[in-house]
């Protein structure tokens, strides 16, 4: 008699089929991703505490933040997010043409968003404040900037998403797909408000 037949624990991995919900792996990697992405903006934000007064006898932020256009911009993602929050409430009504519009809705506000965060960049850099002006301005851009490529490669998922779901509808996949870029989208808002806070309205107190 084998090992196998007479140990229960061996039979049970033998005999025993394991069954996972289709799309967990999805959904664990994507939040191990997430979580990965909150370390790597928790170091952007320490790099920038730390350098936040290195103005090199440069401009600080008081003379370089527009407050106002800030505050536009904050509004354009935020309006992102809700509209986003639309898009998740039709596809569970199984509304798909209002799915996409919404989702066409979030798009424009999202490249609303980077236009005008790459206005700003163009305008400092114009005037002399780039990135290789002190060490302020170095955590500055870099940390606006990465924020700014996530929200560039959250847009370019959405685009893809949108096609996917023209094509095929709201099949399950596509809801997965749905849920992720939702919780992602939610997460760039979060950073982007910390940012707002600790970048610019601090910077001009």
């Known amino acids: 008699m084998s090992t196998a037949s007479t140990n229960p624990i061996a039979r049970y991995w033998q005999l025993e089929p394991h069954h996972h919900p289709e799309g967990s792996s999805t959904s664990l990697g994507f939040w191990v991703y997430l979580m990965s992405d909150c370390l790597m903006f928790a170091v952007l934000f320490a790099v920038y505490g730390v350098l936040a007064n290195s103005f090199a006898a ?37 509304d798909k043409a209002g799915t996409l519009r919404w989702l066409l809705v979030t798009l424009f506000f999202g490249l609303c968003f980077l236009a005008i965060e790459l206005y700003e960049f163009h305008h400092l850099i114009h005037i002399g404040a ?76």
């Open 58 to 94: 440069g401009p600080g932020p008081k003379d370089l933040f527009d407050l106002e256009l800030v505050a536009v911009n904050t509004a354009m993602l935020l309006l992102s997010s809700i509209t986003f929050g639309f898009a998740m409430l039709a596809m569970g009504k199984g």
């Open 130 to 205: 780039g990135p290789q002006r002190s060490g302020f301005l170095s955590a500055f851009f870099v940390l606006v900037g990465t924020h700014g490529l996530h929200v560039t490669f959250g847009s370019i998922w959405l685009v893809t998403l949108m096609v996917q779901l023209r094509r095929k509808g709201l099949i399950t996949a596509n809801r997965r797909r749905m849920v992720c870029l939702s919780m992602f989208w939610h997460f760039l808002d979060v950073i982007w408000i910390g940012v707002f806070t600790f970048v610019y309205l601090l910077g001009m107190i």
